[in-house]
């Protein structure tokens, strides 16, 4: 099968690292993939067997935003006609993040009932959380409007729910697959040398961003009394940066909360952690917790609108916080002194090869 990634460039982000786990289960099963990156910004190494194609906007004009959209689609239009006319058509084109999505949905030249609209994030918390009036309802209508009987796939229930439900969006086809994850690969790099190896500590991980919450998750950390330190590992603002270590010394814990900054490699922090912790007002999936759950660590987890009550089942639920600092400190005691087991063949669901033999299916409905 042929298939096409389409995504508007490759920075160190989520999901485009997703996208690229995707695409290395695809053409390890044997599927042809193209991607095509609306920028030429790409921070990742590419899978093997990856055909990679930079499909860029080089207008510099003034006025170029007024027409953007357009123009960029029909520079899209080309390269997929082009492509096609070289080694045939696509039988699957997936299009990844809303600027994308934005840019795909006026292409001519793919046909709408191959291309389907993945959805990594949940939108109104993002779009309409800081919206009043006129002004929510039309990022609402023009929102909906990309999305509007196209199909459309989500990486958890809550994501596509939001979608329909906030936006008024009726999927010609839809479906919910979970983001993928190369658990052998996971489990050897978190074998990797830790410098923390035999120490005691909770971790966070995550970029410096206030959806993140990282004031509740201080807070939180503070209320519990726990001595055992706290390391927060993740880039961001200088300003954040200032900002929390200020709250931190504000709440007294200065001395036992660990800045950590961005580390290429986090598994082996996660493996050796006596606990997980994650705050955020909202998450598309959450996949810090499969990736602590894989290297075997405890978690504890807002209850936030997102992912992460969909992976916290069963026993697992017992880490779900509610949205307020009290909740999350209870939740963080609770599972410091009395963690659950955790049951490696529950995350197989998750496993690359599974993830992908999903989106190859899209082919087919």
């Known amino acids: 099968m042929r298939v096409l990634m389409i995504i508007d460039g490759l920075p160190g ?36 067997g990856i055909h990679y194609q930079v499909v860029a906007d080089t207008c510099r004009v003034p006025w170029r935003k007024l027409s953007e959209l357009g123009r960029r689609a029909k520079k899209l239009d080309s390269a997929v006609i082009e492509a096609e006319d070289q080694d045939g058509k696509f039988d ?69 729910e939001d979608m329909t439900g906030e936006f008024d969006v009726t999927p010609a086809k839809s ?49 519990t009394g726990i001595k055992t330190p706290l390391m927060i590992m993740g880039q961001g603002s200088d300003t954040e940066l200032a900002a929390l270590t200020a709250l931190a010394r504000e709440l007294d814990i200065a001395d036992r909360v660990i800045f950590k900054g961005f580390t290429a490699n986090p598994y082996p922090y996660i493996k050796h952690a006596r606990l997980l912790i994650l705050s955020s007002d909202s998450e598309g999936f959450g996949n810090v917790l499969v990736e602590a759950l894989i290297c075997q660590t405890p978690v504890v987890s807002t209850r936030c609108p997102g992912g992460p009550a969909e992976i916290l089942t069963g026993e697992l639920a017992r880490g779900l916080a509610e949205m307020s600092d009290e909740s999350l400190s209870e939740k963080i005691l609770t599972i410091f002194e009395n963690p659950p087991h955790i049951v490696p063949q529950m995350l197989e669901i998750y496993d690359i090869a599974a993830i992908s033999r999903k989106y190859a299916a899209l082919a087919e409905r």
């Not at 982000?13 to 786990?21: C, D, P, R, Y």
């Not at 040398?193 to 993140?212: F, N």
Request: glycine share 8%.
């Open 13 to 48: 982000g989520g999901a485009e690292k997703v996208l690229l786990t995707i695409a290395q289960g695809m053409i390890a099963d044997g599927h042809r993939l193209s991607l095509f990156s609306l920028r030429s910004v790409c921070d990742y190494t590419l899978p093997a």
């Open 92 to 160: 699957l084109v997936i299009s990844h993040l809303h600027k994308t999505d934005r840019i795909v949905a006026r292409s001519r030249a793919l046909d709408p009932g191959r291309v389907w609209f993945c959805l990594h994030g949940m939108f109104s918390p993002s779009y309409l959380g800081h919206r009043r009036g006129f002004s929510r309802w039309f990022k609402r209508y023009k929102i909906g409007r990309v999305y509007r009987h196209r199909n459309i796939t989500a990486v958890s229930r809550a994501v596509l």
């Open 175 to 223: 479906a919910v697959i979970n983001n993928p994850f190369d658990i052998g690969n996971i489990l050897h790099m978190a074998a990797e040398p830790c410098d923390m190896a035999g120490q005691e500590y909770l971790i966070h991980v995550g970029r410096l961003h206030p959806h993140k919450r990282h004031d509740r998750l201080l807070r939180s950390y503070a209320r």
